[in-house]
C-alpha cells in the first residue's frame, strides 16, 4: 500500500512536471493548428536564462522564472514570426517538420553561447520530508505549487481576459473568429509568446530537479508531446489532465515492468488513446 | 576461363616465390640480421595525440637494448605505421609490415574498430600482435594467443568496483546504471567480488532521459543498500546523486571517474556529492618502471597507452630472449613466461630483464601500466586502478592500488 502511495505521489509530481510545458505546447496547437516540436528547445532556453539570472545575477527563483517566461516567450515569437509563419500554409506536417529543424539550430545556439557542460541552479538542495513511510520532497512540492499557479493564472487569462476569449474563439473557429473582428495574426503572436514562456518556465522546473545541459528540453518533448496528446490535443486542461495521468501511469508501471521500459509506457499511452478515443481524454474534436 | 587458370598459375608461381622469401630470413638470421618490430599506433585521426609519444617510448627502449647489445646477438630494428584511427588504414598498414617488413610483432594498436580488423591478419600470418584496446570482445576473437592487451577491460573494472565496496566494508551493493554496453558486464563481476566478500547485490537499469526518479529511488532504498554503485555517465548520475540525497541515503557511493568529474562537482550543491568515490584504470604511477618511462622518453606525466607500449615492447623483446627465437609463434609461446614466471626475478625493464634471462633465472615482469599479468585469453588479470574522492568540492586523489 504504501509503495502504491508512493509511487502515486510520485507521479503526480512528475506530472505537473510535465504538465506545464504541455500546456503550452497544446495553447499553440489549439490555436495554430500544427505540432511545435521546437518547444524542446524552448524549454532549455528558459531554463538557460532562469540560471542566468539566478546564478550571474544572484536573483531568487520566482524573478528568475518570470526572466525565463519572458525570453523562451520572446524567442518563440522571434522563431515563429521568422520561421514557421510562412510555412503554415503548406498545412502542418511541413511546420512540424521544420520545427523539428527549428529545434536543432536554437538547440546549438544555446550549445554556442553556454558551452556543452551541465550546470545547476544556485539553491541548496532540501532532503525529503517523512511521513511514515512516505517521503515528499520540499522541492517537489514546491514545483508542484508553481506548477498550479502557473496553470491557474492560464486558465484565469483563458476564460476572464479578453484576449483570452478571443484566443479561444480563434482556437474554435478561426473563420467565425474573424468574421467577428479577431486578427488571427495578433492572436497568433500572443499564443505563440504564452506557450513558448510556459515552456521555458517548465524547462527550469525540470532544471530545479535535475540539471541543465542543452538538451534538458529534448529530453522531456516525448513525455510532453505523449501528454497533450493523451488528454486531448489542443485542450489545454487535457494537457494538465494528460501529464498527471501520465505521470502517474509511468510512476506505477516502475513497480511492475523494469525501469528501462519506463518510455514505453508512454507509447503505449498513446497508442491505446489513439486506437480507442483518438480525441483524448478531454479533446472535443478528433484530430 | 583460360586467362583466369594463367592467372592462378602465375599466382600459384608468386606463392612458390613467396614462400621462398619466407625461407630467407631463417638464412639470415645465422648472420645476425636484425629483428623486427612493427609498431601500428594512430599519428592521425582521433587517437593522434596518443599514438607519437607510444612510437617515442618504443623507440626508447630498442634504443637502449640495441645499445646493450641486442637480442640474440642481433640488432632490433623498428618499423613505424600509422593506422589512421581508422581500420580500413590500419590494415593496410598492418599488412605492408606482415608481408613486405616480415617483423616478429605489432605492437600498440589503439581503437577496438582498428584492432578488430587487424587481429586475423595477424594470428594468419603467425605475428604477435599487443594492443591496448579495451573492448571486451577483441579477447574473445579465435586468435590462438597470438593477442594480448594491457588495458583492463570491463570485466576487470566490474571486478575493482566490487572489491572496493567490500572493502570498505559495505556487504548490500546497490547498481544503478543506464542501458549501456558494458552494464550487464560490470554488474557480474561487481556481483562475482562482492558475493565473494560475503555480501549481496541488487542491480537497477534505468531509462536516462526522465526528469526525476524518484520512484528508482525508492526501489534503491528498499534493498537497504549500504553501497550504490553508479555505472552511468555525467548527467544521469548528476540527477541520481540529488534524488538519493534527497531521499536521505547516507551510505557509500561509488563511481566512474569519468562520469563523476569536476564538471559535475562543480553543477550540484556540494552535500550532495560529497564523499562520493571514483575509481579508473590508471598508470602505477610512483612505480620503478614508470619513473624510468618519464626519464627515458622525458615527458613528465606519460599517458595510459604510453606506459602500455612501453610494457609491451620490454615484454616482447624478453619473450624473444626466453625463447631463443624471434617468431610471432615463438613470442606467442613464450610471453607469459617473461609477464609472469611464478616465483620469478622481479623486473621492470628489459635490460635488466635480459640480464637475468642470460643468467638463466626465472622473470616476473611488473611495468610502467601495472603488473601486466596474462590470463589465457590475453586479458591482463590486475591493473593499477586510481581511487579518488570528492572532498569538498574537489577530487582528492587517496590511491594508486
Redesign the interface.
Known amino acids: 500500500m504504501t ?1 502504491f502511495l ?2 502515486l505521489m ?2 503526480l ?2 506530472g505537473a ?2 504538465a506545464v510545458p504541455a500546456v503550452g505546447f497544446s495553447a499553440i496547437f489549439a490555436v495554430l493548428r500544427y505540432p511545435n516540436f521546437a518547444i524542446a528547445s524552448y524549454a532549455t532556453i528558459g531554463a538557460f536564462a532562469a540560471w542566468w539570472a539566478n546564478v550571474v545575477l544572484g536573483l531568487p527563483i520566482i524573478p528568475a522564472l518570470v526572466i525565463a517566461f519572458a525570453i523562451a516567450g520572446a524567442v518563440g515569437v522571434v522563431a515563429e514570426e521568422s520561421a514557421l509563419s510562412r510555412l503554415r500554409g503548406n498545412g502542418a506536417l511541413i511546420v512540424a517538420i521544420a520545427s523539428i529543424a527549428l529545434n536543432l539550430v536554437l538547440e546549438n545556439i544555446v550549445r554556442f553561447i553556454f558551452g556543452n ?4 541552479y544556485d ?6 520530508m517523512r511521513f511514515g513511510d512516505l ?1 515528499i ?1 520540499p ?2 512540492l514546491q514545483s508542484l505549487a508553481l506548477a498550479v499557479v502557473i496553470m491557474a493564472g492560464m486558465f484565469a487569462f483563458l476564460r476572464y481576459t479578453r484576449f483570452g476569449k478571443a484566443m479561444r474563439a480563434v482556437a474554435d473557429n478561426p473563420d467565425l473568429a474573424r468574421l467577428k473582428g479577431i486578427d488571427p495574426a495578433r492572436i497568433a503572436i500572443v499564443t505563440v509568446f504564452l506557450g513558448a514562456g510556459l515552456t521555458g518556465v517548465g524547462g527550469v522546473l ?1 532544471g530545479l ?3 541543465i ?1 542543452p ?1 534538458t528540453g529534448y ?2 518533448l ?2 510532453v508531446f505523449a501528454a497533450a496528446v493523451l488528454g486531448g490535443l489542443g485542450s489545454i486542461p487535457g494537457a494538465v489532465v494528460g501529464a498527471l495521468a501520465l505521470g502517474i501511469a ?2 506505477l508501471a ?2 511492475a515492468v ?6 514505453a509506457v508512454g507509447f503505449i499511452a498513446i497508442l491505446i488513446m489513439l486506437t480507442f478515443r483518438p480525441r483524448g481524454i478531454l479533446g472535443e474534436r478528433a484530430v | 576461363m583460360a586467362e583466369f587458370m594463367t592467372n592462378r598459375r602465375t599466382l600459384l608461381t608468386g606463392a612458390a616465390a613467396l614462400a621462398g622469401i619466407g625461407a630467407l630470413p631463417k638464412l639470415a638470421l645465422a648472420q645476425g640480421a636484425p629483428i623486427r618490430i612493427g609498431t601500428l599506433t594512430p599519428l592521425t585521426g582521433s587517437g593522434g595525440p596518443y599514438g607519437p609519444v607510444m612510437v617515442k617510448a618504443v623507440k626508447a627502449v630498442i634504443d637502449e637494448v640495441n645499445a646493450a647489445g641486442g637480442v640474440l646477438g642481433r640488432k632490433i630494428e623498428l618499423i613505424s605505421e600509422d593506422d589512421q584511427t581508422n581500420p580500413e588504414a590500419g590494415v593496410r598498414a598492418a599488412r605492408k609490415l606482415i608481408d613486405v617488413d616480415k617483423v616478429s610483432a605489432i605492437l600498440g594498436t589503439w581503437a577496438s574498430s582498428v584492432t578488430t580488423a587487424v587481429a586475423p591478419l595477424c594470428w594468419e600470418s603467425k605475428t604477435f600482435l599487443a594492443t591496448v584496446s579495451g573492448a571486451d570482445s577483441i579477447t574473445q576473437l579465435p586468435h590462438q594467443g597470438y593477442l594480448i592487451r594491457t588495458q583492463p577491460t570491463t570485466t576487470l573494472q566490474g571486478r575493482k568496483f566490487g572489491e572496493f565496496v567490500i572493502a570498505e566494508k559495505a556487504k548490500r551493493v546497490f547498481f544503478l546504471s543506464p ?1 549501456t554496453p558494458f552494464a550487464k558486464s560490470q554488474f557480474d563481476n561487481i556481483t562475482e567480488a562482492v558475493k565473494k566478500g560475503g555480501g549481496e547485490t541488487a542491480s ?4 536516462d ?4 526518479y ?3 529511488i ?2 534503491v532504498l528498499r534493498f537497504k543498500p549500504d553501497a550504490v554503485v553508479f555505472g552511468g555517465y ?2 544521469d548520475t ?2 541520481m546523486l ?1 534524488d538519493l ?4 541515503f547516507g551510505g557509500l557511493k561509488v563511481a566512474f571517474g569519468y562520469s563523476v568529474n569536476q ?2 562537482v562543480d ?3 556540494a ?2 556529492v560529497d564523499k562520493t568515490y571514483t575509481i579508473s584504470p590508471s598508470s602505477a604511477e610512483g612505480s620503478k618502471a614508470y619513473e624510468r618511462l618519464v626519464k627515458l622518453i622525458g615527458v613528465p606525466s606519460p599517458d595510459p597507452y604510453t606506459t602500455q607500449i612501453y610494457d609491451q615492447i620490454n615484454l616482447v623483446l624478453m619473450a624473444i630472449a626466453l625463447a631463443g627465437d624471434a617468431s610471432g609463434t615463438a613470442i606467442k609461446d613464450t610471453i607469459r613466461k617473461a609477464s609472469q614466471a611464478p616465483g620469478g626475478a622481479k623486473i621492470d625493464n628489459a635490460i635488466d630483464g635480459l640480464k637475468a634471462i642470460a643468467a638463466k633465472q626465472p622473470v616476473d615482469y611488473d611495468g610502467a601500466s601495472g603488473p601486466c599479468d596474462f590470463t589465457e585469453t590475453g586479458d591482463i588479470s590486475d591493473s593499477k586502478f586510481r581511487y579518488e574522492q570528492v572532498q569538498g568540492g574537489k577530487i582528492v586523489l587517496i590511491k594508486i592500488a
Open positions: 509503495l508512493q509511487a510520485n507521479g509530481m512528475t512536471l510535465i557542460d551541465m550546470r545547476g539553491l541548496p538542495l532540501m532532503r525529503d517521503r520532497g522541492q517537489q525540470i530537479d535535475t540539471s545541459d538538451l529530453r522531456v516525448l513525455s509511468e510512476e516502475l513497480i523494469p525501469a528501462t521500459y519506463r518510455t | 542501458q537497477l537499469i534505468y531509462d532521459k526522465k526528469p526525476a524518484r520512484t528508482e525508492d526501489e555525467t548527467p548528476a540527477v540529488k540525497f534527497r531521499a536521505g564538471k559535475l553543477s550540484v550543491p552535500d550532495v
